[in-house]
């Protein structure tokens, strides 16, 4: 996915068993996605949010 902070970065999230760090994706009965835990780029935007139900809440620092 590309950062919604709009700076152009793309995130890749590990989302198998095997992977750590690793991320959960639910898609509700609407097909709108959910991740856990939140994503934080700790480098270049530094963006930190979370996705829930296919809405971007971002953590403010």
Known sequence: MKCPCGCGQTIELPLIQ?????????IDDGGLPTLSPSVWLREECRAHFFVKRGRI???KS
């Not at 095997?18 to 639910?26: D, G, H, I, V």
Request: aromatic letters at 24%; glycine letters at 0%.
């Open 18 to 26: 095997e992977a750590k760090p690793r991320w959960s994706l639910k």
């Open 57 to 59: 809440f971002w953590v």
